[in-house]
């Protein structure tokens, strides 16, 4: 099983500045790597996949980038609604995976 | 447009038995490959179980293995899992969600159904 790990757990960061997540993997998963953004009570939402692409009507302040086992989650500059939890999935191999998520905090 | 609506969630004693339904809309439901994902509260995503756009390939997470079944009915756009010797671990929101491409599996998920709460308490 791939294991996926997120840091930080929890990042502040103020409206405006850029926040980067971490995903690493416990083994390579190529570029099949998944983001998904979650907002408290809703469902996940798909943003990057093949670690790079957003996904249909995400925003270009998204961006994806990685290989192998070490990814990250970038976004240019803050908006009020982006602040959620962050997820990463592997679908490179059974099982699918994902993190445990990294919580953006305005700060 | 892509909808996935579940249900069949409930509050259930340790031991037995639940069956959630997804049905779904707005696409080709035959062709896609379709998913359950569950969420603790409070906790992260956990994949549950895969099914491909025919029925024919099935996958499981090890800690729902022999508990759980997945199974779809292409002329009612259901989705269904059966849910056998639940345990309190099993505590959480059960999405179904849909797979990014179609005639195969394992890939994203950009749709995802609101969810139905499954609580296994005494």
């Known amino acids: 099983e791939r294991v996926m790990t997120q840091s930080p757990v929890t990042l502040s960061v103020s409206p405006g500045e850029r926040a980067t997540l971490s995903c690493r993997a416990s083994q390579s998963v190529g570029t099949n790597l998944a983001w998904y953004q979650q907002k408290p009570g809703q469902t996940p939402r798909l943003l990057i996949y093949?670690?790079?692409t957003r996904a249909t009507g995400i925003p270009d302040r998204f961006s994806g980038r990685g290989s192998g086992t070490e990814f990250t989650l970038t976004i240019s500059s803050l908006q009020s609604e982006d602040f959620a939890v962050y997820y990463c999935?592997?679908?490179?191999?059974?099982?699918?995976?994902f993190g445990g998520g990294t919580k953006v905090e305005i700060k | 447009q892509v909808q996935l609506v579940e249900s069949g969630g409930g509050v259930v004693q340790p031991g037995t038995s639940l069956r959630l339904s997804c049905v779904a809309s707005g696409f080709t439901f035959h062709s896609y490959a379709l998913y359950w994902v569950r969420q603790a509260p409070g906790k992260g995503l956990e994949w549950v179980a895969v099914i491909s756009y025919d029925g024919g390939i099935k996958y499981y997470a090890d800690s729902v293995e022999g508990r759980f079944t997945i199974s779809r009915d292409n002329s009612k756009n259901t989705l269904y899992l059966q849910m056998n010797s639940l345990r309190p671990d099993d505590t959480a929101m059960y999405y179904c969600?849909?797979?990014?491409?179609?005639?195969?599996?394992?890939?994203?998920?950009?749709?995802w159904g609101q969810g139905t709460l499954v609580t296994v308490s005494s």
């Open positions: 999935q592997q679908y490179n191999n059974w099982p699918l995976t």
């Open positions: 969600a849909r797979d990014q491409r179609d005639y195969s599996y394992g890939y994203p998920l950009p749709y």
């Open positions: 093949s670690a790079s």
